[in-house]
């Protein structure tokens, strides 16, 4: 397998030396999103689902961690941390977005429950189509996150993956797909990764101080959510691979979608917490085999 670490690093690299000549390349960020989640549902074996009674606990799971829990501990961070204005428009859109795509390839990864993690990011996926347009209005006073921009979103990085995984997986392309999904998730992140920090290279050299101070709450809010799940997983009787997989749900959000919401209802300013969550979540990704690992 390539060198996730590697890759992401020259992808940083590049993004801070190209700046927005690289937006010519965000087209692709859906298109490597899509593909990255085919190989991950060709590789789950979908059997499991039909167990209606098994997929209770991880939707629930899901809407209350990922989507609540992660969605209030971002905002009281964000008040403790005296965030105001565009930036805390940005904040909030941020905390509302649905969850982060990343959660199923990187729990296939590390051998975590594919179950548990696809029901969950399904139903936090659910939640967002419910909740997000309300509550980014409401705690911001401002316009309303379309439900049809989430909907796509939803569209073409899940449900159609689904079902392109399950028709794949049906002529005999599982195999293939375990042999290439660690080199595919960790170059196609690094690609999208590339973008986003050209993209917003100006944003964050602009306001030092005010990003400065975002990093530490998203950095609280990933990592910090992250080593509290394990240590509370750890005094449980959870096996490992429900654990882990907990661990990655309740720490990554679809902080891109968050960026671009912001962008285009709040201006450049919002997109800040978006871009810097995404920032700090990919960094997460980097080690996260060692973040999620039980002794």
């Not at 991950?40 to 209350?64: I, N, W």
């Not at 548990?116 to 189509?129: D, M, N, Q």
């Not at 375990?178 to 196609?188: A, E, F, L, M, S």
């Amino acid at each position: 397998m390539l060198n996730r670490n590697f890759i992401f690093i020259t992808a940083l690299i590049v993004g801070l030396i190209f700046g927005d000549k690289i937006d010519l390349l965000s087209f692709l960020n859906i298109p490597i999103l899509i593909f990255i989640m085919v190989v991950a549902m060709t590789e789950t074996d979908f059997s499991q689902f039909r167990d209606l009674k098994k997929v209770v606990r991880p939707f629930v799971a899901g809407v209350l961690l990922n989507y609540f829990f992660l969605f209030a501990v971002l905002l009281i961070l964000g008040k403790l941390f005296m965030v105001e204005g565009d930036l805390w428009s940005g904040l909030v859109i941020a905390a509302a977005s649905p969850p982060g795509l990343a959660i199923m390839p990187f729990t296939a990864l590390v051998g975590g429950s594919m179950f548990l993690s696809t029901v969950a990011t399904f139903s936090a996926f659910i939640a967002s189509l419910v909740f997000t347009p309300f509550l980014s209005s409401f705690f911001t006073g401002g316009e309303l996150i379309g439900y049809f921009e989430i909907f796509k979103l939803f569209f073409l990085t899940l449900v159609l993956p689904v079902i392109i995984g399950i028709g794949m997986r049906k002529i005999g392309f599982a195999d293939l797909a375990k042999r290439i999904h660690g080199n595919v998730v960790n170059i196609g992140f690094g690609v999208i990764f590339a973008i986003i920090t050209g993209v917003n290279r100006s944003i964050v050299f602009e306001n030092p101080g005010e990003i400065l101070r975002l990093l530490i709450i998203f950095i609280i809010a990933v990592y910090g959510v992250a080593y509290l799940f394990k240590y509370i997983l750890s005094k449980t009787n959870i096996d490992r691979k429900t654990a882990m997989s907990i661990i990655i749900v309740v720490s990554i959000k679809n902080s891109i979608f968050g960026a671009a919401a912001a962008y285009q209802l709040v201006g450049p300013l919002g997109a800040a917490p978006g871009t810097l969550f995404t920032f700090v979540t990919l960094s997460y990704l980097m080690f996260i085999e060692k973040i999620v690992a039980f002794k």
